[in-house]
């Protein structure tokens, strides 16, 4: 037989983000919770908890920046792949980085092809349409993603506001409890004096 969490009803698992990062359940009875629980390992769970969803909204963070810039290089490609076929009957000149800050000039006689840096130092030749359709379906798929992440990213930043608010229900009822214990022991020292 295996042994039921204590714990596991913090987190769902039935309602996901787009990378499947579990949400965490708002704890709206604090003393009902904590009946059958260690409220220090409650309150560690909840700390962890707060520090993988801080771990995951500086991730997400960072992919929406890097996915903003990939988006917008593509764009900028797929306007000058515009430009260039609309002047594919024409001569002139154009400026272009040679390497980081040095630029050159050359001129461009009736293009037939455009050339598309892929990365991982592969560049090909395509055909005006080819290149627009490949900068098309990787400006789309870029878009999806940053979509998604913008998402995930809103989704972690409400876990970690339901995960503040958890611990501190759950330290404030610890002190309370604590404050409660005090006053009963106080007042069994004092009937003890009595009698």
Do not use: C
């Not at 040679?98 to 055909?127: D, T």
């Not at 970690?160 to 404030?172: A, E, F, G, H, K």
């Amino acid at each position: 037989m295996t042994e039921v969490d204590p714990y596991k009803i913090l987190f769902e698992q039935d309602i996901k983000s787009a990378s499947n990062i579990p949400s965490v359940t708002f704890i709206s009875n604090v003393d009902d919770f904590l009946k059958d629980k260690v409220i220090d390992e409650v309150f560690n769970r909840l700390q962890e908890a707060h520090q993988k969803y801080k771990y995951y909204e500086s991730k997400l963070t960072n992919n929406v920046s890097l996915l903003t810039v990939r988006a917008k290089q593509l764009q900028e490609s797929l306007d000058i792949v515009e430009r260039v076929e609309k002047k594919k009957d024409d001569t002139y000149n154009v400026q272009y980085e040679l390497s980081e800050g040095v630029y050159s000039s050359a001129e461009v006689k009736e293009p037939k092809s455009i050339y598309l840096w892929l990365g991982a130092n592969v560049m090909l030749e395509y055909s005006f349409e080819e290149a627009g359709e490949v900068l098309r379906k990787n400006k789309e798929s870029v878009d999806r993603q940053l979509k998604e992440t913008i998402q995930d990213l809103g989704f972690v930043k409400d876990q970690i506001t339901t995960t503040d608010v958890n611990i501190s229900r759950v330290y404030n009822y610890d002190v309370l409890q604590k404050r409660k214990q005090k006053q009963n022991k106080g007042r069994e020292e004092e009937e003890e004096e009595e009698k």
